[in-house]
């Protein structure tokens, strides 16, 4: 490391990500006239980083992450490790949520209450979240207009009177496959809610379909982001110091055990110094307890605010089996979102399944939408005889007739599944990088095979004349499988009202540490069965408004 650098300046709040949750901290907290500077660890990407539609490049090559980026994996504590870019979360200002692809549920009720609901599962760490889904609705509603939310705004079962902005898109040849097969075995599809632009909305214009969306940026910012949304607010006041390139690695503390801010490395290596009365950590369920445990001190020798001992503890992902199915005809998978019709008929526990909790079936064309990816999956998915000559040819002939139907299943926490410091591999200025341990519930296997026989019904349904479970690598679990990473990343960071329980209480602050607050997908005490990024913002609007109101003008 080279050379210290103390900032001069003292600011009201530090951020550190500039994702969902943090991008809404920064956006509230400017405007309630706090003086804020956000640190993000990757660069600040426009123009043909983004928006060139080359897939090799943006996808492939993966131009969103930083190319010295390092985990670890190992499936569990007796596993061998493996080394690389294990999870899906970007390296860039806006982070994962610049390129998501816009899919925004509310929770359920229940999702909030899942151990009052089901009682308690062997194995499994299940808890109530400290507040409900009633205390949730008017920062739902909040982030469903800042953000533009349209579609599936009907009433649907387990969420009355949910009304979003704008009007659901147009549904392209698959999805109205997906709807009719759906329906002719019973159940009830409807538009997915797509934080993207069906008409103009917020000084941003309409989507224009071109297929691809997460991977990418949108040339137009008909999608809401972050940078389209949030950072312009924030930065429109005068109140905001973004610094990119700012990789955090100590939050320090004083005598007091209060954090002082944050000490960062830029590109360079040279370390930096930043003071704030109050740190708000967003880095996400990999980033934030990796951040806590490198901030080891005398008065925190386990960590930062880690005396629960469950910083890096309590990793869920989701549950994701799929089906394929292939058509005669083109049924153009290839245009329109990534998503466009769903239900969640089969979302509540039954308990003739085998298994609790459940989950949202969605159409979708994730490998259907880019050559490169389907050509390099559908391989081990779809079976035409042979894996070399007309067989192979015969299957990228079919890449636009597919159907992709999945869910996104409740995945059971575990204190077994955890991220910690590697003790071994270090990254390049020698800090330990994060060690994913991870493995699956038997409610999750259950689960899986359980939800891909429906998945097979409902392709069948919608008339394909070739269908197969998707059993795509990297997503299909089993005893002698697990994912080892995941875009949708929750836990590990768990809030709660038991300071021996939890590591933030409800409003996400430090049980021990009055001045520090963590905001993102680590607070989470389960992960429902959908896309967390609406509940990840509508608490970031909760967490905000409670600041400003109660902690923002005080010292800690």
Not at 253 to 276: F, I, M, P, Q, W
Not at 283 to 298: N, Q, R, T, V, Y
Not at 508 to 532: A, F, Q
């Amino acid at each position: 490391m080279a050379t210290a650098i103390k900032s001069q300046d003292e600011y009201d709040v530090c951020v550190v990500g500039t994702g969902a949750g943090g991008g809404v901290i920064i956006d509230r907290l400017t405007a309630a006239g706090l003086k804020v500077v956000a640190l993000e660890r990757g660069s600040q990407l426009t123009g043909e980083d983004l928006f060139n539609r080359d897939e090799l490049q943006c996808v492939v090559r993966d131009k969103l992450y930083s190319p010295h980026q390092l985990e670890t994996y190992r499936r569990n504590a007796q596993s061998p490790g493996e080394t690389g870019r294990i999870s899906e979360i970007a390296q860039c200002v806006g982070g994962t949520f610049l390129t998501w692809a816009g899919v925004s549920w509310r929770f359920r009720p229940d999702d909030f209450r899942v151990l009052s609901t089901e009682g308690p599962l062997e194995g499994a760490s299940l808890a109530d979240w400290p507040m409900s889904y009633e205390e949730m609705v008017p920062f739902y509603e909040q982030a469903e207009r800042d953000f533009g939310v349209a579609g599936g705004g009907g009433p649907r079962p387990g969420v009355p009177g949910r009304k979003v902005p704008l009007p659901p898109h147009p549904m392209r040849v698959c999805s109205q496959r997906f709807v009719d097969g759906a329906r002719k075995l019973g159940y009830k599809p409807f538009p997915v809610p797509m934080a993207i632009n069906s008409t103009s909305y917020g000084g941003r214009p309409r989507c224009r379909y071109r297929g691809a969306c997460r991977g990418y940026g949108c040339p137009i910012d008909a999608r809401s982001t972050s940078v389209s949304v949030s950072l312009p607010r924030a930065a429109a006041t005068g109140r905001l110091e973004l610094r990119p390139d700012a990789m955090v690695f100590e939050l320090p503390v004083n005598e007091k055990g209060l954090v002082t801010g944050a000490r960062y490395l830029d590109s360079g290596g040279n370390v930096h110094d930043v003071r704030a009365r109050h740190t708000f950590v967003s880095g996400g369920s990999i980033g934030s307890p990796h951040l806590l445990l490198m901030s080891k001190s005398a008065r925190f020798p386990q960590g930062l605010a880690n005396g629960s001992g469950l910083v890096g503890r309590l990793l869920q992902y989701h549950v994701h089996p799929s089906a394929i199915g292939v058509f005669d005809e083109d049924v153009r998978n290839y245009t329109g979102m990534e998503y466009h019709a769903v239900f969640d008929d089969l979302y509540p526990s039954d308990s003739k399944r085998g298994f609790i909790r459940g989950g949202v079936v969605i159409e979708s064309n994730i490998v259907s939408n880019q050559p490169i990816a389907y050509a390099a999956v559908i391989t081990d998915a779809l079976d035409f005889g042979s894996h070399w000559g007309a067989g192979l040819k015969e299957r990228l002939r079919s890449f636009p007739k597919i159907l992709a139907v999945s869910i996104i299943g409740e995945e059971m926490p575990m204190e077994s599944n955890t991220v910690d410091l590697d003790p071994e591999v270090k990254d390049r200025f020698g800090l330990p990088v994060p060690r994913i341990t991870k493995g699956n519930h038997p409610n999750d296997y259950a689960m899986y095979n359980w939800f891909e026989k429906k998945l097979v019904e409902v392709v069948e349904a919608a008339g394909a004349r070739h269908f197969v479970p998707g059993r795509l690598p990297g997503v299909h679990i089993s005893p002698d499988a697990s994912m080892k990473g995941s875009a949708h990343i929750h836990g590990t960071v768990r809030m709660g009202t038991d300071p021996s329980k939890s590591v933030v209480d409800a409003y996400c602050r430090s049980h021990e540490v009055p001045n520090l607050w963590v905001v993102d997908s680590s607070i989470m005490p389960s992960n429902g069965g959908y896309n967390p990024t609406l509940t990840i913002l509508a608490n970031a609007y909760r967490v905000a408004d409670h600041f400003v109101r109660e902690a923002g003008r005080k010292e800690a």
